[in-house]
């Protein structure tokens, strides 16, 4: 190769590293997302931190949002590429919207379609670093299910991204039931995100919680919970581990 052919090559290379707008690894993310089926339809809580890192840089990420008229998202993992699957999400609707043949998308519709998204982009090795829960109500239909940032889905009564799958399904799994009233599945959603907030060091105390019915969806403002920190393990928690820090 001649030095012209190098330096074409060189410039070539050059561009395409500054030209690239993919994920990498990712920088802001937000921690654990729960959904539950109650009697009449679907909650869905999320707290508001986004870590840069291993720092809570930000406290005001909102990371449940509603999609079209029958469905609500809410997303663990990189806040940006979040961002880019509501951007998705708005194209769909969108489209399906300008049919105007009297239809719309329901919440399974939208699951699938993420499913593909997110199987596609982990095929290309350029996956979206989400973990989302999607739920809805359709036609007195409710549905609620999840999918991986590297397309694994599935459906359940109860779901939960991040930490949650191994700290909060153990405690629905066990005090969840089909008839659950609106007033008792939020305190079983703040129940699990107490025990988050304790254990989960990228939580914060403020959350949000949010809720899709026939109605529609209605997003709580964002709040605090009560928390006790005088524990005896919160108080001493290397007391009987020899050799700890």
Partial sequence: MNSIDATIAE??????EMGSERTLYPYVTGT???????KDGILMAADMGGSYG????YK?????????KHSLIGASGEISDFQEILRYLDELILYDNMWDDGNSLGPKEVHNYLTR???????????????????????????????????????????????????????????????????????LLEK?????????RSA????QIAKITEEGVT?????????????SAFQNPTKGAEGSW
């Fill in 117 to 187: 998204v997110m199987y596609n982009r982990r095929n290309k090795f350029n996956p979206l670093w989400n973990s989302l829960v999607l739920g809805g109500v359709k036609n007195g239909q409710k549905y609620l299910g999840t999918v991986s940032m590297i397309g694994v889905h599935f459906e359940d009564n109860h779901i939960a991204t991040g930490f949650g799958n191994h700290l909060a399904r153990p405690i629905l799994r066990k005090e969840w039931h089909e008839n659950l009233s609106f007033e008792d599945g939020v305190k």
């Fill in 204 to 207: 914060v105390n403020k959350l």
């Fill in 60 to 68: 005001s990420v909102e990371r449940l949002k509603p999609i079209g």
């Fill in 219 to 231: 997003i709580s403002q964002p709040y605090s919970l009560k928390t006790f920190w005088g524990f």
């Fill in 192 to 200: 699990c995100m107490r025990v988050l907030l304790y254990r989960d």
């Fill in 32 to 38: 654990s997302v729960i959904g539950i089926k109650y």
């Fill in 11 to 16: 410039k070539g290379l050059m561009s395409s």
């Fill in 54 to 57: 291993s720092t809570l840089r």
